[in-house]
């Protein structure tokens, strides 16, 4: 959207979080709150994007990286009004400014863009959404005349007995045409019961001007949810997933209880896939048709093929092929790549990792930095030992058709050519060329009747 700039408010102290951790930083699910805001305006089409930050600033803008948007800066936090205040010198006149509350993590793209046209088409010099909701929330409330005209919004904290009782409410997002918004700072005071100059009391000095003010309201009171709470947190989130759980359920997804799964926004999954209770998957994970995922797992920022079975397990940063098995109880740390139809069994670790097809590490092992090729056998117990005592990682190369006996230890870095063989319960620390059987068993030693010489 040319022209339209947007400006996020992020910078109030979040008193009534009660945390160390700025408000707009605190999770809906996997995200943080300011995370959706911001999104939703750049799936808006609007690519010039203010953040006001004021309160332990530093963390936000370390949160976003300095370079995906404009920070500004406000030192004390002296309102809603002052912190838009702080981006004047980013405004132009001719711009249409959108500002939107950062508590808002709800509020979609098509909202925004919606609310972009009300302004557009309706001509008018500023306008403000509203909402009514079942249960009328300590919001600033929508004074209108006899006529059903805008006249101002008024803070909860400000209200008479008769203002109280209205319903409709202002839900945090605005939008004004740049010299409207401009004007009207010089205009703002903080003679309220908070002390504060209001952003709310912008729409009413455009009006006193000869402005036109529109208010557009929403029928959708869940997107607009602003989070003041842990109680708002706990409400917003379960709307977020409860939204999420219908669309993959649509999709042809079958979670056996939705209530008890929790999906993030940005994955995908694909039909015919069924979701056992107890598990996360979150980032941007992509999960393929007919899979079977659960009970108690965790996949983040993965991506799981066709057909493949993950059971109480974890799975991170990693690549899993189609019809793998993963589990129970495997965990799959960062860039691990398991090819087709192999396994990562009961108490395996992998890290860093490449698995060919069709190899199997079934229980109890440990395969770090390593390269696997196909038709790999990896008995109980084996261990890659990646780490040499000058803290230096080194990989352990594992060609196709190679098995590797229980409970044996590969220091790195090394090579097990096609086809070899390591016996059981040794400790390999030259490579093994191709065919080859390498063992470092001690000679077994029997003494009979030992327990006789004992008594
Ligand atoms: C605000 C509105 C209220 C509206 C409600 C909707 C005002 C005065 N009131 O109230 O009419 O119904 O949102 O959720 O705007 N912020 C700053 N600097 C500050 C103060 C706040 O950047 O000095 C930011 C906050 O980080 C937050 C946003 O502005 O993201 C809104 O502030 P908040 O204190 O949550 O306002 P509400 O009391 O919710
Ligand atoms: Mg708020």
């Known amino acids: 959207m040319n022209n339209v700039k947007a400006i996020i408010l992020a910078g109030g102290k979040g008193t009534r979080m009660k945390s160390e951790l700025p408000k707009v930083l605190h999770k809906v699910y996997d995200r943080c709150i300011i995370d959706y805001v911001y999104d939703s305006c750049k799936q808006a089409g609007i690519d010039d994007i203010s953040i006001v930050v004021g309160h332990k600033y530093e963390k936000v803008i370390e949160h976003f990286g300095k370079e995906n948007a404009k920070f500004f800066i406000q030192e004390e936090q002296l309102g809603t009004g002052h912190a838009v205040m702080q981006v004047k010198d980013n405004i132009k006149e001719n711009d249409l400014v959108i500002v939107i509350n950062g508590d808002m993590p709800l509020i979609s793209s098509f909202t925004i863009k919606s609310f972009v046209s009300f302004l557009q088409l309706g001509n008018f010099d500023g306008a403000l959404a509203s909402a009514v909701f079942d249960k009328t929330p300590s919001y600033g409330r929508i004074v209108r005349d006899n006529e059903g005209n805008f006249s101002k919004i008024v803070e909860q904290k400000d209200c008479n007995e008769d203002e109280l009782e209205i319903e409709e409410v202002n839900i945090g997002l605005y939008s004004f045409k740049g010299k409207h918004l401009l004007d009207s700072f010089s205009k703002l005071n903080n003679n309220n019961a908070q002390k504060e100059y209001y952003i709310t009391d912008i729409p009413y000095y455009i009006m006193n001007d000869g402005g ?57 999954i694909g039909k015919d896939t069924i979701i056992y209770p107890g598990t996360n998957i979150q980032g941007r994970t992509k999960i393929g048709e007919g899979c079977i995922i659960g009970p108690n797992s965790t996949i983040v920022c993965s991506e799981i093929g066709n057909y493949v079975i993950v059971e109480t397990s974890k799975i991170a940063y990693s690549k899993i092929a189609d019809n793998a098995i993963i589990g129970p109880f495997a965990h799959i740390r960062p860039k691990s790549n398991i090819g087709e139809f192999s396994k990562v069994g009961s108490f395996v670790e992998t890290k860093n990792v490449n698995i060919g097809t069709n190899t199997k590490v079934p229980h109890l092992s440990y395969i770090g930095d390593s390269d696997v090729g196909n038709n790999v056998e990896i008995a109980c117990g084996v261990i890659t030992s990646n780490m040499n005592t000058k803290w230096e990682k080194n990989r352990t190369i594992i060609k196709d058709n190679a098995f590797i006996g229980c409970n044996s230890v590969l220091i790195a870095p090394i090579t097990i050519e096609e086809f070899g063989a390591i016996g059981a319960g040794s400790t390999i620390s030259k490579d093994v060329p191709s065919k080859a059987l390498a063992l470092t068993r001690s000679e077994l030693k029997i003494k009979e009747n030992y327990y006789e010489g004992r008594k």
């Open 212 to 268: 036109k003010v529109g208010v557009y309201m929403l029928q959708d009171s869940d997107e607009t949810q602003g989070i003041n709470s842990r109680s708002d947190l706990s409400v917003v989130t379960n709307t977020l997933l409860h939204n999420t759980r219908e669309i993959h359920m649509d999709n042809g997804v079958t979670l056996i209880d939705p209530s008890n799964t929790y999906i993030s926004l940005d994955v995908e």
